[in-house]
């Protein structure tokens, strides 16, 4: 015996369940466009992040507190982690929304989701970012001459 998933929004459901058909404009135009455009951005910002660490210079073994201070002294650095962050975090988010937007069947089940989702993404982009500018590379107490 075979058993089928019906596809999402194939009205499976109870009448009372289904979703009225509301246009919502251009922002689920808008959010496709992102995830096409954010995905290509993400893979060169990806890619030059992976080879810069892992390529040149010493490869992983050089990778430890003062690889990560260094970088982080260049602005150029911090911008682009910055993006890679921001980027994956919104790329994921509009993913993930989609996904709770197709097979999240009662209006209130969605809302919950949704704001879960919205709440996370705001509290990790801005601990991210807040890291990344903040970050003093000088452990109190440190004795090296740069730090005093």
Not at 2 to 14: E, F, G, N
Not at 41 to 52: E, K, N, Q, S
Not at 82 to 96: C, D, E, F, K, R
Request: glycine share 8%; proline share 3%; net charge positive.
């Amino acid at each position: 015996m075979s058993t089928q998933i019906a596809a999402p929004r194939s009205q499976r459901l109870d009448p009372k369940y289904s979703r009225a058909n509301k246009s919502r404009g251009s922002f689920e135009m808008v959010a496709w466009l992102f995830m096409r455009l954010s995905g290509v951005a993400l893979v060169v910002l990806i890619f030059g992040h992976l080879f810069t660490n892992l390529m040149v210079g010493d490869g992983i073994n050089a990778i430890d507190f003062g690889f990560v201070a260094g970088k982080w002294a260049d602005p150029v650095w911090q911008f682009w982690d910055l993006a890679m962050l921001w980027l994956a975090m919104l790329h994921g988010t509009n993913g993930v929304r989609t996904i709770i937007n197709d097979y999240a069947e009662k209006p209130a089940t969605r809302v919950w989701l949704k704001g879960i989702l919205y709440v996370a993404t705001i509290i990790i982009v801005v601990l991210g970012t807040l890291v990344i500018f903040t970050f003093d590379p000088c452990i109190a107490g440190s004795e090296i001459a740069a730090c005093k």
